[in-house]
Each structure stands twice: as structure tokens, then as C-alpha cells.
């Protein structure tokens, strides 16, 4: 019942968003990097913030440090939305969020040297999530997916409080709802995909930290791959990788192959789906089964990106000689 009535409220404030957003113009118009055509409201993402504040009230304040993170990046995420800030004041924050999250998860307690590393891995999976972010459905889709792996880990495991799990998904759905259509009436901006990266890397660093086992990062494994593969990608071809672009495999897909949007969206959720359904089920054998596990799936995603960039770029090509 109280589920619903978040639902309810969440539906609500989208709408009452809506309105603000159409009066104080906070639209996106299209770019280079964009792969729509019409001016479309920004940021409805920010229900994904609405959703945690939800669950933190009823979870009476659990996690705090956790919640201050999310706020403060949140915050500069809607802000960078609508007056684009400055790298160094963005960064800055987004460096204090983590923070934040890591006193969380008590990460400090560890060896020196991991809280590098795993800086580098939050901050590049949030970017990543930032940067994938560019067709209608894709960030709903694959929010779905992460969670759906996060909440069968929770059943056996109970690394985190399962209300967030729910609270999160009812806010994803809302956004679906406005979001997962040939037209969208809105579009996540930073503070949608920002936010829901970061609920999604607390969860999977609980995970992680409560079965020391590192697998559970193949949960963002699609996402992951082709983020690395496009940056390698540009590098190869000397491009500036901080410029924005369209070269995203899932962004070939929509354009140059002129998929289908929402097909497109729909198959990296369940492509992670079944990429998550593996990485659990490989967690009841021993860890040198895991790590073959592991890089199997890698593999098959490598040559899957490769195998179907190749396809389309030769066909572009033929398309060009043809003319």
C-alpha cells in the first residue's frame, strides 16, 4: 500500500516538474552528441531523487552519508542542466559525493590503495552511465536491469536495504512511463542519469564489499564495454574523447542503421539481464569457475560490439560508394 502511494506521489511530481520546467524552460535542444530532433523537456531524471527521499523518510535516515552524497550530486547535476557549470566545480562535487559514499560503505577501512582504484571505477562508471544516456528508454531499461540483478543478489545476500531497491525501481517505472516512447515527453538530463548511477554503484559496492567478491561488477558489463570500447575506439582514430560525439554503438544502431529506438534500449536491458543471470548463478561455484565465468562473458560481449560496429560501418560504407 505505502509502495503505491510512493507511486502516486512520484506520477504527481512529474507532472507539477513538467509544469516548472515548460515555464523555466529547461528543454534540451538537439546537439551533435544528440540522436533526437525535437526540442524535449530535461531532466525528469530528478524523480529518481524524489524516489530515494521517499525511501529515506520511511527508512527513518538510514544510510546518511549515502543520502548527502546523492544529494549533493544530484543538486550539481541539475544545476549543470540548466546553467552548465564549470569542470572544476562539477568535478569537485562529484569527488565529495564519493567521498561521502565510501564513508558509507566504510571503504576507508580497507588497504590505502583501494580507495583509489575504486575512486577511478565509481567516477568512470558514472561518466559511462552519464555518456549512454542518449536514446529514448535506454537509461529506464537499463536501470530495470541493474536492479533486477541487485534485488535477486539482496534475497540470499541482504547487503542493503531492500525499500531503496523499490523505491528506485517505482521512480524508474514513473520515468519509463514519460520516458520509453518514440516521442518522450522528457529526457533524464544529468541529474536522472548521474543520480540513478549512483543509487545503482552504492548498492553494487555494498555487494561487493559484503562477499569480497569483485564479479558483481559485471553488472554494469554491457554498459561497460561499450563505453570502453568506444573510447579506444576514438583514441585509435585520435579523436578528443572529452568532445561530445555519436559513436556510441547503441547511437550506430539508432542512426546509422536507423533501428528502432525502443528496440534498441529494450535489448541492452535484457542483454544485461542475461549477463547478470550468469554472474549469480557462477557465485555457487568456486571463484576459479567465476573469473572463467567472467571472462567468457566478456569475450562474447567484445566480439558481439565489434561484430556488429564492423556490420554497420561496412554497410555505411557501401552505402557511400554506392552514391
Not at 107 to 135: K, Q
Not at 136 to 150: C, E, K, P, R
Not at 260 to 285: F, K
Amino acid at each position: 500500500m505505502f509502495l503505491a502511494l510512493i507511486a502516486v506521489l512520484l506520477f504527481a511530481a512529474m507532472l507539477v516538474y513538467f509544469r516548472i520546467a515548460d515555464r523555466y524552460n529547461i528543454i534540451d535542444r538537439p546537439n551533435e552528441r544528440s540522436s533526437h530532433t525535437r526540442v524535449t523537456i530535461r531532466g525528469g531524471g530528478v524523480v529518481f531523487y524524489l524516489g530515494a527521499l521517499a525511501w529515506f523518510i520511511w527508512s527513518g535516515a538510514a544510510y546518511p552519508y549515502f543520502f548527502a552524497g546523492l544529494t549533493l550530486i544530484t543538486l550539481i547535476s541539475f544545476l549543470d542542466d540548466i546553467l552548465t557549470l564549470s569542470n572544476r566545480i562539477r568535478i569537485s562535487i562529484h569527488l565529495l559525493s564519493v567521498v561521502l559514499l565510501f564513508i558509507e560503505v566504510q571503504l576507508f577501512e580497507y588497504p590505502w590503495w583501494v580507495v583509489p582504484i575504486a575512486l577511478i571505477l565509481v567516477i568512470g562508471t558514472i561518466n559511462a552511465y552519464n555518456f549512454m544516456d542518449g536514446i529514448n528508454g535506454i537509461t529506464a531499461m537499463y536501470s530495470f536491469a541493474v536492479l533486477l540483478q541487485l534485488w535477486l543478489a539482496n534475497r540470499d545476500i541482504s547487503f542493503v536495504d531492500d525499500r531503496l531497491l523499490y523505491c528506485t525501481a517505482i521512480a524508474n517505472g514513473v520515468f519509463a512511463f514519460f520516458n520509453f516512447r518514440q516521442r518522450a515527453k522528457c529526457f533524464a538530463g544529468d541529474v536522472g542519469s548521474v543520480g540513478m548511477s549512483f543509487i545503482l554503484i552504492f548498492a553494487t559496492l555494498s555487494l561487493i564489499l559484503a562477499t569480497s567478491n569483485l564479479i558483481y561488477i559485471l553488472f554494469f558489463a554491457v554498459y561497460g564495454v561499450d563505453s570502453v570500447l568506444t573510447i579506444i575506439y576514438r583514441l585509435f582514430r585520435r579523436e578528443n574523447i572529452f568532445k561530445a560525439h555519436r559513436t556510441h554503438l547503441y547511437q550506430y544502431l539508432a542512426n546509422e542503421a536507423e533501428g528502432n529506438r525502443l528496440t534498441i534500449s529494450t535489448c541492452y536491458g535484457l542483454l544485461q539481464v542475461g549477463t547478470g543471470a550468469l554472474v549469480i548463478a557462477s557465485t555457487l561455484y568456486p571463484i576459479e569457475t567465476q573469473i572463467k565465468v567472467g571472462v567468457c562473458v566478456l569475450m562474447v560481449l567484445v566480439l558481439v560490439y565489434i561484430g556488429i560496429r564492423r556490420y554497420i560501418l561496412i554497410g555505411m560504407l557501401k552505402t557511400s560508394e554506392g552514391l
